[in-house]
């Protein structure tokens, strides 16, 4: 039986050659959450394009859907699909992190389930996310115990923007010792996680953490981080256990960079936020998942 997308509506946007449209997310529990789609203006139905998801980050209670917007409407731009789902936070009652693990793997799921209708080609989709949206990201492809009803394929790549792979609790704990992207305290914002946590994360951490769920036959990964963001020393990790499983994995390293380095507005004239989106660029022709710009 095909399904069919419902409640579309066409937005403004930045780019004249890309249209932007919002749909929702059909879960198999609770409430549906909305989504946005970016779509090349030459789409057509029946189209089979690659495609990339982006999840935003804000410590898993900070929602803004727009976090991925220029790279969205760029990757558009440039004839893939884009995809910015939202997910519940952790300031609504009752919602701890798992809850918003869970939620990536909804989107995922229901995007793969809708691949026809979104002119998707469902063996080249892509997952990216930021920080805890990175988390997301990982998480949708690592943790296969969320998997949902009716997940039946995978994303192709990932790239992670400075993504926490790891629920380290000890840094949770350690709140006086962590500073935010302009070097001022975020003990507040620490706390906050740690409540975000939930009783089942505090109790089996393992169980949630993208770095104890590495395996081989994983997908190509590029991660883009600071060396000076406190995630640097276990995505570090990551790649080396990534590598030694016999995954392909790549990661740029931005010196002097703390976290959230890439996003526009965050340097002058948007320097990183244009460094990252080439180097992310770069990395998704290598994988033959778009073609190169005629000089």
Same mark, same amino acid.
């Given at each position: 039986?095909?399904r069919? %997308?419902k409640? %579309?509506?066409?937005?403004?946007?930045v780019?004249?050659?890309?249209?932007?449209?919002e749909?929702?997310i059909h879960?198999?529990r +609770?409430?549906d959450?909305p989504?946005?789609?970016?779509r090349?203006?030459e789409w057509?139905?029946?189209?089979r394009?690659?495609?990339?998801?982006?999840?935003?980050?804000?410590?898993? @209670?900070?929602?803004?859907?727009d976090?991925f917007?220029?790279?969205?409407?760029?990757f558009?731009?440039?004839?893939?699909?884009a995809?910015t789902? +939202? @997910?519940? $936070?952790t300031?609504e009652?009752?919602v701890?992190?798992?809850?918003c693990?869970y939620d990536?793997?909804?989107a $995922?799921a229901?995007?793969?389930?809708?691949?026809a209708a979104?002119?998707?080609?469902?063996?080249?989709?892509?997952?990216c996310?930021?920080?805890?949206g =990175?988390m997301?990201a990982?998480?949708s492809?690592?943790l296969?115990?969320?998997?949902?009803? =009716?997940?039946?394929?995978?994303?192709?790549a990932?790239?992670?923007?400075?993504?926490?792979?790891?629920?380290?609790?000890g840094?949770?704990?350690?709140?006086e010792?962590?500073?935010?992207?302009n070097?001022?305290?975020?003990?507040?914002?620490?706390?906050?996680l740690?409540s975000s946590?939930g009783?089942?994360?505090?109790?089996?951490?393992?169980k949630?953490?993208?770095?104890?769920h590495v395996?081989r036959?994983?997908p190509?990964?590029l991660?883009?981080?600071?060396t000076?963001?406190?995630?640097c020393?276990?995505?570090?990790?990551?790649c080396?256990?990534?590598?030694?499983?016999g995954?392909?994995?790549e990661?740029?390293?931005?010196?002097?960079?703390?976290h959230?380095?890439?996003?526009?507005g965050?340097?002058?004239r948007?320097?990183?936020?244009?460094?990252?989106?080439k180097?992310?660029?770069?990395?998704?022709?290598?994988?033959?998942?778009?073609?190169?710009?005629?000089?």
């Amino acid at each position: 039986m095909e399904r069919r %997308l419902k409640n %579309l509506q066409i937005e403004k946007n930045v780019y004249t050659d890309i249209t932007i449209e919002e749909t929702v997310i059909h879960r198999d529990r +609770d409430r549906d959450l909305p989504m946005k789609v970016f779509r090349p203006g030459e789409w057509q139905p029946g189209d089979r394009r690659a495609g990339v998801v982006f999840w935003f980050g804000g410590g898993f @209670y900070k929602n803004d859907m727009d976090h991925f917007r220029m790279q969205s409407e760029y990757f558009a731009h440039r004839g893939m699909v884009a995809f910015t789902p +939202d @997910y519940r $936070l952790t300031v609504e009652p009752g919602v701890k992190i798992p809850d918003c693990l869970y939620d990536g793997k909804c989107a $995922l799921a229901h995007i793969l389930g809708y691949a026809a209708a979104y002119g998707l080609d469902p063996d080249r989709l892509v997952v990216c996310g930021g920080s805890a949206g =990175g988390m997301i990201a990982a998480a949708s492809v690592l943790l296969e115990e969320l998997d949902v009803a =009716g997940e039946s394929a995978g994303p192709c790549a990932m790239v992670l923007f400075n993504p926490a792979l790891e629920m380290d609790l000890g840094m949770a704990a350690r709140a006086e010792n962590i500073v935010g992207e302009n070097g001022e305290a975020i003990n507040e914002d620490m706390a906050h996680l740690r409540s975000s946590l939930g009783e089942e994360m505090m109790a089996h951490p393992e169980k949630y953490s993208c770095i104890a769920h590495v395996r081989r036959g994983l997908p190509p990964v590029l991660i883009l981080q600071g060396t000076e963001d406190p995630v640097c020393s276990k995505n570090l990790l990551f790649c080396k256990l990534y590598r030694e499983a016999g995954n392909y994995i790549e990661l740029e390293e931005y010196l002097g960079c703390v976290h959230g380095f890439f996003n526009p507005g965050r340097s002058e004239r948007n320097f990183y936020y244009y460094q990252t989106r080439k180097r992310m660029e770069m990395f998704l022709i290598e994988q033959g998942l778009l073609a190169r710009e005629e000089e």
